[in-house]
């Protein structure tokens, strides 16, 4: 994504937060003070502020934005990391206790993703959910950079991949800061000749033999198991608490009985506020993937784990280093100026590698930078950071919806 396109979109963001509604801020002011603001307001009431914010009640934007109301609503983001700006029309509504979500979207790069999630069942005080969804992808400027934690800059690729993907969830919820469940879906995956005209076509560099999966593709009928412990404040926009997440997911070749392969993925986020408002938070984030063929079978290259990028680390590009294990931490700085405007400072590290004994703290790879994040009190809806100290350059990530 270019600056330009990146920093346009991330105004957007910053427009649409700053004509909030008025109920967005606190009222902490004496009544001498909230009325010379409101006659402060009528008298600008023909200003672009004003206007924005009659408009932001009128259409109900910040609702949802958070998903609190049904109907209309627009899709930021929902594309792959490295998609570009994505923006698309969404629309939820309920048919009694049976709630339907639709949405869909388009990216700067011609990402393109819809998606159409019912979850059928809600019972017992919310503590048990069953959903279904279909998913479809088209992907067609993914990066590959080859295996391993010394791939070659210079040997970046340009891949297609589309997929369509049909899926069933139980849910769960014990009590409220526990949930757990299992998924069961059947997934078509397809690679395709990239398209992005500045960098190599991955068959033109790369065999089947250093990308596995790239001269055919399997269906795959795949099933998940996972747990979370969630005790932040807020899930849309956490100042506090923890989120702790474990997964282990089970891929069935079911057409080439090649590439049968286990993957187990967990990440552990902390919040810790240094002061009564929150304004000062320090963030802390590890998260490890593993993914383990079966002998004689083969781990696809598009889903191997990795490091590089928004989530994990931010001196690198998306999707930079690829191996069948990773490891990555973060720690953060967030100060709020301001309720809907956040300033950040981060450090990250990382690493890949083929054998699982060699994920340590040794030869992690490294960066640091800073950001900024657009936000309600109860969602982000966009992040904008800079890192560099990878060696490669500063690197520049948008991306809409909650940070982590």
Not at 97 to 126: H, P
Not at 130 to 138: A, K, L, S, V
Not at 309 to 314: A, N
Request: aromatic share 14%; proline share 4%; with cysteine.
């Amino acid at each position: 994504m270019s600056c330009r396109t990146a920093l346009s979109a991330f105004s957007v963001a910053a427009v649409v937060l700053s004509t909030a509604p008025a109920y967005a801020q606190e009222a902490t002011g004496s009544s001498t003070t909230v009325a010379a603001q409101a006659e402060a307001a009528t008298q600008d009431d023909g200003s672009f502020v004003e206007k924005g914010k009659s408009w932001a009640e009128r259409t109900q934007i910040i609702e949802r934005l958070n998903g609190d109301i049904d109907g209309w609503y627009p899709r930021l983001g929902g594309m792959t990391r490295g998609g570009g700006f994505a923006i698309g029309p969404g629309y939820r509504t309920h048919l009694g206790n049976v709630l339907v979500d639709l949405s869909a979207g388009i990216s700067t790069k011609s990402y393109k993703s819809a998606d159409v999630k019912v979850r059928w069942l809600q019972a017992f005080d919310e503590r048990v959910e069953f959903w279904t969804e279909y998913r479809y992808e088209d992907f067609p400027q993914e990066d590959f950079f080859g295996m391993g934690p010394d791939s070659s800059l210079d040997a970046r690729t340009s891949y297609d991949f589309d997929s369509q993907n049909i899926a069933a969830a139980g849910i769960l919820k014990p009590i409220s800061w526990l949930r757990g469940g299992a998924m069961v879906g059947y997934m078509s995956p397809q690679i395709g000749p990239g398209s992005d005209r500045n960098f190599p076509s991955i068959e033109l560099l790369f065999l089947d033999r250093l990308a596995p999966g790239l001269d055919a593709q399997p269906n795959f009928l795949h099933t998940t198991l996972f747990a979370d412990v969630d005790y932040r404040d807020v899930r849309g926009r956490p100042r506090s608490g923890g989120f702790y997440h474990m997964a282990l997911s089970f891929w069935d070749d079911r057409t080439l009985e090649r590439y049968d392969f286990k993957r187990f993925d967990a990440n552990a986020s902390q919040y810790v506020p240094l002061n009564a408002t929150k304004t000062h938070v320090i963030f802390g984030r590890v998260g490890l993937s593993y993914a383990n063929n079966e002998t004689g079978e083969r781990v696809p290259f598009y889903f191997l784990p990795y490091v590089g990028g928004v989530d994990t680390i931010r001196s690198y590009r998306e999707f930079r280093f690829k191996d069948e294990n990773a490891l990555w931490m973060t720690a953060e700085y967030n100060f709020t100026p301001m309720k809907w405007f956040s300033l950040a400072a981060f450090v990250d590290a990382g690493k890949v590698s083929a054998d699982w004994e060699d994920i340590n703290g040794a030869d992690m790879k490294q960066g640091y930078g800073f950001g900024v994040r657009v936000h309600s009190n109860k969602q982000t809806f966009a992040r904008l950071d800079f890192g560099t100290g990878g060696g490669e350059g500063w690197q520049m990530f948008l991306k809409l919806g909650p940070s982590f």
